[in-house]
């Protein structure tokens, strides 16, 4: 399957943002679980949020808890990443990945648990 990240781009602390995941090719979308991950310069890309193929079960890094809000659009193949009140700390690369295993489970919080990745998305908070 082939992930393509949007959404990315330049705002202020405090503002809000949605990245969108769209998934082309492969299986079904709904077999797949999804997950986002991000990577700041100089450091090692952490877990952000996760989702099983349902939608019911979301999982997410203490960092964001309450602040994002993972979804899915099976219809539309699509994942999104609602991020609110946003911080200078969330500035990073941001990446879309996609495990065959659908189901869920806080496995999806590592990153070696996904079978595809997507390019990634540029989020940039400001003062």
């Known amino acids: 399957v082939q992930l393509q990240a949007s959404g990315g781009g330049l705002v202020q602390a405090g503002d809000s943002l949605r990245l969108s995941c769209r998934a082309s090719g492969g299986r079904t979308f709904n077999n797949y679980a999804m997950g986002w991950f991000r990577q700041a310069p100089g450091k090692e890309r952490e877990f952000v949020a996760a989702i099983n193929w349902s939608g019911s079960s979301t999982y997410y890094a203490d960092s964001v808890k309450g602040r994002f809000t993972i979804s899915r659009d099976n219809a539309k193949n699509t994942v999104y990443l609602q991020m609110n009140s946003l911080k200078l700390e969330d500035t990073a690369v941001y990446y879309c990945?996609?495990?065959?295993?659908?189901?869920?489970?806080?496995?999806?919080?590592?990153?070696?648990?996904?079978?595809?990745w997507g390019q990634g998305t540029q989020v940039t908070v400001s003062s």
């Open positions: 990945a996609a495990d065959n295993y659908g189901v869920g489970s806080k496995a999806l919080a590592y990153a070696e648990e996904y079978d595809f």
